[in-house]
Nanobody, 123 residues
Framework: QVQLVESGGGLVQAGGSLRLSCAAS????????MGWFRQPPGREREFVAT????????YYAGSVKGRFTISRDDAKNMVYLQMNSLKPEDTAVYYC????????????????WGQGTQVTVSS
């Protein structure tokens, strides 16, 4: 099985940047597609970004395209979300997820989830 732990969240002013990290356990990390989701206060969990198991494909939610970048380092069992030009509407708990899929925007297709890290963007 895979265990995921997010880090890097915090408080930042609008226009600032944060880099989220997700550390994964397991020897088969490279076989998993990785995704980032977020859950704003009082709202459902929503898709942010995904990168395929082979890192040959990425996909982003329209709300973050051009501002966020997902990447992975299989040698370190890490996945990252670089967030630039942050907006107050980006405030949410951010979760990383892993699944034996090429990539997906649907939460139910991911097998493992981290505990989340809080990102707060002030106006």
């Amino acid at each position: 099985q895979v265990q995921l732990v997010e880090s890097g969240g915090g408080l930042v002013q609008a226009g600032g940047s944060l880099r989220l990290s997700c550390a994964a356990s397991g020897r088969t990390f490279a076989s998993y597609a990785m995704g980032w989701f977020r859950q704003p206060p009082g709202r459902e969990r929503e898709f942010v970004a995904t990168v395929s198991w082979s890192a040959d494909s990425t996909y982003y939610a329209g709300s973050v395209k051009g501002r966020f970048t997902i990447s992975r380092d299989d040698a370190k069992n890490m996945v990252y979300l670089q967030m630039n030009s942050l907006k107050p509407e980006d405030t949410a708990v951010y979760y990383c997820a892993a699944g034996l899929i090429r990539g997906s925007i649907w939460p139910h297709q991911y097998d493992y989830w981290g505990q989340g890290t809080q990102v707060t963007v002030s106006s």
